[in-house]
Every structure is written in structure tokens, then in C-alpha cells.
């Protein structure tokens, strides 16, 4: 049931493209007073997620906005759609790997707003399963979910980050990484510099980012058909134009932005990042693989994180085991995605998502990918 709310005179329940539009001033307003908000939680990010991702794939809109004396003190949008046979509610977003967390005033019943906005979304959706993905365990969602009861699957990953605290000097930290490492990079960059002049830029803005994504794009692609990785977002191409729009995002607390390392004005490394007042998040990183001997993409992390240490900006890698995210970070977290039953017949759909990873668990890795593309179809996940 849905908890009359007490802590706020009113809570409104957004549905059209039109009413979110309206909501922009107040969302802005709000999003200002958060002094820990990331840039996902923007409205722009949430306009341009819903014009290019949900919208064209049939998404239905579900957002919880509450009030207080008529000034907004959370929004939560949510997005309804089907799979197979279950009604599904997610956060609204890039349907990647942005942060799950509502946008709410930082306040002591922040909490309370949470637990409020979280009742109204499963009595009001109606939705079978309802996804949280990615929530941070440093959260105040996570404060507010992690002990709810009810049938749900959990995945947790690491969240590798670069905390500067107690660090004064960048080779304090740099002397803290593995000595072979750090050999090898060195080598590595001397001998790309014999090929000719490197250099390092910054690139911002929608027009002119839009052929480095192609390029980024196409390097990702072609590393996914060599490594046989599968990634649908990254063959997509209403992705694609949500990369490109995105890169509009920009206001005086944070902007979209890509690094580029280049040899002699060709580039041959890419890392895509929001950077706001608190934190760098990384969320694309791509290298031409005709240089990968030289580990570009490693030279360029390198770079990036001396720019974020000379503004003391914390570093989130996002949830994940790669090997790079080990040999540069210095603090984990936890990435932890929730699918929750909401209703009897969404518990066939979590059951049967726990019955395919725990059979997972102990498949052969060759085998795996014939049985999830199985799996997927059962589940409806075309």
C-alpha cells in the first residue's frame, strides 16, 4: 500500500511529455540546492532520455514529483513498458549505467520523502517488476531499500573509485600503484612520443563532439566483433543519438565532456565523462587499436585523473571487475541493481531471473552465450 504522505502536503504523479516540460523551473531549482547532485539527475538529462530512448521505444511516462507549500522537494521519473509478458517500471535514463537516485531536497526527512515516493511508485504503476538499477551504496536510496522485504533479485558489483582525501601531492598517489605498472606505462608513453607530437584536448558541446562519438563509436564496435562481447546499447542507434544530444548538457555546476589523446593531430584515445562540482564520472573509453601496444587508453586515464586530482574532484570508475579499474583505483563501493516483484505474477519473472544466475553460476563459459540468447527470449528481452 501506499503510505499517506507525511511529510509533504502533496505528491503528483506525472504522466505526459507535456506536464514534465512544465516541471523544467522547479526541477532546475531543485536540482541546484542538491550540493551532491550529478549531472544524471538534471532535467535535461531526463528531457533528452525521454525524447531519444524512451519515447520512440513505446516507454509509458510514471514520475513522482512532491511538494511542499508549492516547492518541489523530490522528483523521481520512471518510465512503464513490457517484457513479454510483464509490465516492467525502471528509472528514467539512458537504460546504461548511470547512478539509480531520485532527485530530493537535502533535508532530515530526505529519507522520508524516499520511503514515500518508493510506496506511491509500486501502488500507483501497477508494474509487475520494478528495476533499480545501479544504486550506490553511499546512497540515501540505498539507506532506504536495503532492507525491504519481498521476493527481489540482487546483484552487486564493485564500484572502483580515486578518493583524493589525505593524498597532498599527485605522486603520493601515483607512488601508491603498482611499480610494474607504472614502469610500463612509462615506456609506453615514451615510445608513442618517438612516433611524433602528443597531445591531450578537452572537447565539449554537442556539434562539435558529435564526430568523436561516431569515432568513439565505431572504435567500441569494432572491439566488441573482436573480443565477442555483446552490448546492445552500443549498437544502437536512438544510443547514439542520446550520446550526441547528451553532450548539450552543460550549466555552471557540470557539463558532458570528452578527453582525446592524439598523435600528431590524429586521435587514437577517447574517454567520455560528467564532470561536476563533486566528482568526475567516467562512461566511455576507447583507443584505435593500431596503437594498442602503446596503451593509449591507459595514457589518457592518466592524464585524466592528474586534471581531476588538480581540482580535487573524486573519481567514480562505475560498477565493475575490469583489470584497469583495479590498477588505478584506491577506494571501492558497491553497485547494487535491484529487481523487485511488485506483484504475484511478477514473481515469476524474478524467479526466473534467480533460477537463470544461479544456473549461470555453474554453466561452462563456452555455453554460456547459446543458453542466455535462450533465456532472453523466454524473458521477452528482444
Known amino acids: 500500500m501506499c503510505l499517506s504522505p507525511a511529510s509533504v502536503e502533496t505528491y503528483e504523479l506525472i504522466s505526459t511529455p507535456e506536464a514534465l516540460s512544465r516541471l523544467e523551473t522547479d526541477w532546475e531549482d531543485l536540482w541546484r540546492r542538491v550540493p551532491e547532485h550529478y549531472l544524471s539527475q538534471s532535467f535535461d538529462w531526463a528531457r533528452i532520455s525521454w525524447e531519444l530512448i524512451a519515447a520512440p521505444r513505446g516507454r509509458r511516462l510514471h514520475c513522482v514529483v512532491a511538494r511542499d507549500a508549492g516547492r518541489v522537494r523530490l522528483i523521481w521519473p520512471f518510465f512503464a513498458y513490457r517484457r513479454g509478458g510483464w509490465s516492467v517500471l525502471r528509472p528514467l535514463g539512458s537504460e546504461t549505467i548511470e547512478y539509480t537516485q531520485p532527485l530530493v ?12 515516493a518508493w510506496r506511491l511508485l509500486c501502488a500507483t504503476s501497477k ?12 546512497s540515501k536510496l540505498y539507506r532506504v531499500i536495503r532492507d525491504f522485504s519481498g521476493l527481489k533479485l540482487v546483484y552487486v558489483v564493485d564500484a572502483p573509485c580515486v578518493n583524493w582525501t589525505g593524498i597532498k601531492e599527485w605522486q603520493d598517489y601515483y607512488k601508491s600503484l603498482s611499480r610494474q605498472n607504472r614502469t610500463n606505462l612509462n615506456r609506453r608513453r615514451r615510445r608513442l612520443a618517438e612516433l611524433g607530437k602528443v597531445t591531450f584536448e578537452t572537447i565539449t ?3 562539435r563532439c558529435a564526430p568523436v562519438i561516431d569515432w568513439m563509436l565505431q572504435h567500441k564496435r569494432a572491439w566488441l566483433q573482436r573480443t565477442g562481447r555483446i552490448n546492445k546499447p552500443l549498437r544502437s542507434a536512438d544510443y547514439e543519438a542520446w550520446l550526441k ?3 548539450s548538457i552543460s550549466s555552471p555546476f557540470g557539463s558532458r565532456r570528452i578527453t582525446v589523446l592524439k598523435l600528431d593531430d590524429r586521435i587514437i584515445a577517447a574517454r567520455l565523462s560528467n564532470v561536476d562540482q563533486v566528482r568526475v564520472e567516467g562512461f566511455m573509453t576507447t583507443y584505435d587499436f593500431d596503437f594498442a601496444r602503446y596503451s593509449p587508453g591507459e595514457i589518457l586515464k592518466e592524464y585524466c585523473l592528474r586534471s581531476a586530482f588538480a581540482q580535487r574532484l573524486y573519481c567514480d570508475f562505475h560498477g565493475g571487475n575490469e583489470p584497469w579499474k583495479r590498477i588505478w583505483s584506491n577506494c571501492y563501493h558497491k553497485d547494487i541493481s535491484y529487481t523487485y516483484a511488485n506483484t504475484a505474477w511478477g514473481m515469476t519473472y524474478v524467479l526466473a531471473m534467480k533460477t537463470r544466475v544461479g544456473v549461470a553460476r555453474h554453466i561452462p563459459a563456452q555455453k554460456k552465450t547459446k543458453i542466455t540468447k535462450i533465456l532472453r527470449n523466454l524473458l521477452g528481452r528482444h
Not at 105 to 115: F, G, N, R, V
Not at 127 to 138: A, G, M, R
Open 105 to 116: 531536497d537535502p533535508s532530515e526527512t530526505a529519507e522520508l520523502l524516499i520511503l514515500e
Open 127 to 138: 508494474c509487475d517488476v520494478i528495476l533499480l538499477p545501479h544504486v550506490h551504496t553511499e
Open 205 to 207: 558541446g554537442a556539434e
Open 245 to 247: 544530444a547528451s553532450m
